[in-house]
């Protein structure tokens, strides 16, 4: 989407002037599942139509992959007229909608020129975080300090997980939904008390009273698009469930221990991660008790033979699967790592069994 500067940032805008609150629907990219926010400022006198959004990355930024891991990947603010916003997700088949906000001239005014003010300056840049900082909470943030304060907050179930609120919008991407739920810590599990998602804002503006009034007026539908339910042969529950089932039955050596080296590698990469990157949403990850690098240590104790290591470190690490399993039963990803626990403990329940030490029978 390219930079729009049609116009000047001196403009006065008119008492025609409408700024309004764009949510866009969500997609089957990955850049798409959540949604997307956006400000649209119209004035008919100055014939001005112009979005704002903070959703705007570089793919060709030097070491793209290791900053977005890392967490320092600068995002920024663009302006296009809303024709080619329109246009874009008209492409997209993605529904929009708009909330105009009740505010008067000065308010608008102000919007307006803190909106141009982002970018012509270095806050037209920031470092994205999935929670904290994003399109949606950027909005938030904006609109609140032009209007002095913060009138715009999450209305409704404050008791929900972050993991909970974001569960469905997986549907239909089983493995980004594992994915996410195996790579995401501790801070997910915490109460959602932000509003970080498009439709969240739009949600909370249609409850958010300014000035003892409503400050948004009806959400109206710019652009309407039935979903298409995202379908494929390979990322659903039945691969899943039935490659994990073929490693179960096959009961090969070779195949139990390559997933176990599998799963202790992913947990090494949890690990280091945590540490590593800036994404708060990453540290402090107690899958790593399921994704075990202890496995790690009891594949060498095999490889030197040593079967009495071998049989105390598959105790050891089926007594973490207890706890981690008894831990995260009331955690929204439960049932969606359930299938690897049980698996990961059959197979240790093996390698105990064939490692234990033999009592001798005396006849």
Known sequence: MSF????????????QAKISVLTCGTGNESYSLFGHTAIRVQDSIHALDVVYNYGAFDFRTPNFVAKFAKGDLQYFAIANSFSDFLSNYTDEKRSIYEQQLEINSAE???????????????????????IDKNCTSMVVDLIN?????????????LETTYRSVLFPYFEGHFYERLGTSIIF?????????????????????????YKNEKLAGKSEVLLSFEKEVNTSMWNNWYTYLVILAL?????????????????GLLGVFFIVMGFYSDHQELAFNYNI???S????ILIAFTIFHKRSLVYKTALLQIVILLIYGI??????????????????LIILVRIAVRNAKRIPIII
Do not use: C, W
């Not at 729009?4 to 008492?15: M, P, R």
């Not at 300090?145 to 179930?157: A, F």
């Not at 009331?330 to 990961?344: D, E, G, R, W």
């Open 293 to 296: 690098p202890i496995v790690l």
């Open 289 to 291: 008790l399921l994704f």
């Open 145 to 157: 300090k032009s209007l002095g304060s913060t009138v715009i907050v999450k209305k409704g179930d």
């Open 327 to 344: 831990f995260i039963a009331s955690k929204a990803h439960f049932i969606i790592v359930l299938p690897l626990l049980l698996t990961t």
């Open 4 to 15: 729009y500067s049609g116009f000047s940032q001196n403009i006065a805008l008119s008492d």
């Open 185 to 209: 810590g501790m801070k997910v599990d915490e109460k959602a008390t932000r509003i970080f998602l498009p439709f969240e804002l739009k949600s909370s503006l249609a409850k958010t009273n």
């Open 108 to 130: 608008k005014q102000q919007i307006f020129d803190n909106l141009n003010h982002t970018l012509l300056s270095n806050e037209r840049f920031y470092t994205y975080k999935f």
């Open 247 to 263: 490693i179960l039955v096959l009961n090969k050596k070779a195949i139990d221990f390559t997933y176990l080296t599998g799963m």
